[in-house]
């Protein structure tokens, strides 16, 4: 080997060791290693020998000479933050309010959006909908799941599932409980497993077998005390008895894929022998599919797609001569579909208020460098380098970043308390938030690369000794620190816009009328049980209720309906009448509810023409319903339908007298149209499941009980459930804009204040370096207005070069926003003057407070102060 050679192998293996070490002391080691390998015995052997004892020992010796040093530079940084318990407080601070807000954004979305559903390979778990002419989504029929299960080679298993609400009896205060029939097959597919008994086999799962239920952890631990002595024990649900054969995991469920599905379930019984029918036409079920393992799961979709058609030929009776699809989506992606744009929007507006927070503390950084100047200009002058000084400034950013990234995780542990509360209980997986140690990675990762953002600047400076005292030094941090400011500005204003669309969104979402008063409404929900047989029973059963209802203390009036406003609920149906321009039936699709007499009266929903219900239209009388205006608007141009005749799909024999027409309906939510709606007499269309309301003069949330009262007057051992003040359903039902709103609100306000901060502090940086010069200025004759204004200026130039920088940017922002959110509205210049009109008054009271502070010095301090 020749000597360069030799040479450029040492000074490689002494690369390892710090760069301060090498630079005092890496020639006396360069030369010791010159001097071992020239004492080595000859030959290869010893070649390689010495060679890897000199690895070794550099290998030993390197990382606790870095861990020295690095330890060094941390116990150097934390003595500077005591020394400056101002700053320190200040920016730690600054970099938690900023690191924690990015960090519980994360903790949420993680939660929904990123973390898999708990099932076996929930990537292959999918859901599969039905697809109406009209592009509508709706669920399955039983005979459609058999179709999917037989036709589509691509899934490997689907099940179906059903809502039921039963009236759990004996052993207890008769209780509603919430069902799901389910396909034996559905628990095996998604890799869940008893924690007593078992689950179903395939032979329950089949007309007229015995009837079995399987528990829900909480209605377990809730009714039956966690005792394993249930199993095999005999079960009243709505009156039949079923037998418990075995208890689900604690957190085991389905994420709701649709608004009537129940967020909790109580218990689980077999599909087959809870179906209420058979028919084609009749869609009622959710379907669960699991993706083969061979297959991606867009040529599964492809393959689903295919059927429609097919079965729509095939069964042109049943699809009435219209062409039907059938659509497979990812189940992860489908059941937070709503909410996954809203959680994308705040993950970006985070993510920009972290950028201020992080020039923020730049800003800072450069200030306290410039009070550091002599003591860098001292530590080169012993012989630091400039290296060794940016090492020590990135240890310090580093010091600073993850003390406020840990402060910064205490305030993201709030996320999961915030997204348990009741407001945003509907919202789906939000029970699910929770600090796990992919959100602590990514406060560390987000605190790291924030440490390298803010230390750049100080970085920038020159670090070489005749420089550290110039005067240019401090005109280079005034033009890096107005960089920053304008920044800072900018992306402040991009957090407005993203707010005020929010907000925006949210206000028209406000103004949307529900169709009724919701105040002074109270509601509970009733399902009566086989012990009402027939429907004479059951209209009985209501009427009676109903008049003991409106006859207590503080109750004005009292009705029922089939299908609340508001609640998701709808029974889709389709309606007939006349013929069209091209002399086929005129057909309809709209909900249908039945209704009681005092409906309309109580929820107070407008009557446009005509009547409601009255107590003479009886099961013996001509059949009558009321319409609202859409379908009023759909069967007659002019609006004018009452004495038109429709006839309903399901009893096309039958012709149905328009009588009335009311006010349209919101039935889904604030930020969905009202739908067509039919309302029949109970009498005329009875439903063994109804929603009480009732409108009281009183506290609306302490008439509950009266309500509960007069129900079991009639039958004490009827359950009530789902007791709810109206108000509160409106408050569900706007709980996804309001979050979204609230969150890009609090968002603008931390963003602000954290550049307004910014500014302030550079600004009064740039006026302290100014300050001879306003002293000449003052003492040659100017006055203090005009100094005031000259400062002044100065901050609103620099607002207006990071407004405009922003309102770009903004414009992005908000045409993303406006194509991602539903009813966010088009992006428009009125929201991007009042964010830039927002911020540059933020900056104008930040560069003000210096500036006046400024012009009211004393010119001789100020000049005598300088000398």
Known sequence: MTPRRRDGLFRALLRLFPSD????????????????????????????VFWLGAIYDVLRVAPRQHAEALSQDVRYALRGLRRTPAFAVVALATIALGT?????????????????????????????????????????????????????????????????????????????????????????????????????QPSDDVENATRVVVL????????????????????????????????????????????????RVDAWVTLQTHLPTRARDVRFLHAVARVRRDVELGSARE????????????????????????????????????????????????????????????????????????????????????????????????????????????????????????ALAPLPRFADVRIDWHVVAFACLVSCATAVLFTLAPALQRCDGREAMAPVSSRRSVRIGRALAAAEIAFAAMVLVVALMLGRSFARILDASPGFESTQLISARIGLSATYPSREDVNRFFDQSL?????????????????????????????????????????IDGDLRGVTTGYFETMGIQLLEGRTITPTDAATTPFVAVIDELMAKRLSPDGRAVGRRIRWIRQPEIEIQVVGIVRPVRHSSLDQDPRPTVYRPHTQYPRWSMYVVARVSGDAARSAQALTSAVHEVDPNQPVSDV????????????QPGFGAASGFALAALALSLAGVGVYGLLAFAVAQRKREVGIRLAVGASRLQILRLLVTDGARLALIGVAAGAAGAVALGRWIS???????????????IAAGTVMASAFLASWVPARRASQADPSVVLRADV
């Open 100 to 200: 924690g807000a990015t960090s519980a954004v994360f903790a949420v979305v993680n939660s929904v959006l990123i973390r898999p559903l708990p099932y076996e390979d929930a990537e292959r778990t999918a859901l599969v909908w039905a697809v109406t002419p009209d592009g509508t989504r709706t669920w399955l029929s039983p005979p459609e799941l058999d179709d999917i299960r037989e036709r589509v080679s691509s899934l490997d298993e689907v099940a179906g599932l059903t809502d039921l609400r039963f009236a759990l009896t004996g052993g207890g205060a008769p209780e509603e409980v919430n069902v799901v029939g389910a396909s034996a097959n559905l628990f095996p597919m998604l890799g869940t497993h008893p924690v007593i008994g078992r689950l179903f």
């Open 303 to 422: 393959e689903v797609a295919t059927i429609g058609p097919a079965l729509s030929r095939d069964f042109s009776d049943a699809y009435r001569g219209r062409t039907w699809n059938f659509d497979l989506v990812s189940m992860q992606a489908d059941v937070v579909r709503s909410v996954k744009p809203a959680l994308l929007i705040l993950l970006a507006t985070v993510g920009l208020v972290l950028l201020i927070a992080a020039a923020n503390v730049a800003t800072l950084l450069l200030v306290r460098g410039e009070s550091r100047r002599r003591e860098m200009a001292i530590r080169i002058a012993v012989g630091a380098s400039s290296s060794r000084l940016i090492r020590q400034l990135l240890t310090e950013g580093l010091v600073l970043a993850l003390l406020g990234g840990a402060l910064g995780l205490v305030l993201a542990g709030l996320a999961p308390a915030v997204a348990r509360s009741q």
């Open 819 to 833: 194509s991602v959110v539903p009813g966010a509205g088009p992006m428009d210049w009125a929201i991007v003057l």
């Open 547 to 587: 008049e003991r209802l409106s006859g207590m203390p503080g109750v004005e009036s009292a009705a029922a309906v089939s299908q609340l406003p508001l609640s998701g609920s709808a029974l889709g149906s389709t309606f007939t009448s006349g013929v069209d321009a091209s002399g086929e039936p005129l057909r």
């Open 21 to 48: 070490m090498r630079e005092s002391h890496g020639r006396e080691m360069e030369q010791v290693l010159r001097e071992q390998h020239r004492q080595r015995r000859p030959g290869l052997a010893a070649s390689l």
């Open 724 to 735: 709810a003040t109206m108000e509160s359903l409106v408050s569900r039902s706007i709980a």
């Open 216 to 263: 829900g952890h909480g209605l377990w631990a809730r009714r039956f005390g966690m005792s394993p002595a249930v199993l095999g024990t005999t079960m009243m649900l709505d009156g039949r008895p079923y037998t418990v054969v075995g208890v689900l995991p604690k957190g085991f469920g389905i994420v709701p894929p649709s608004p009537v599905f129940p967020a």
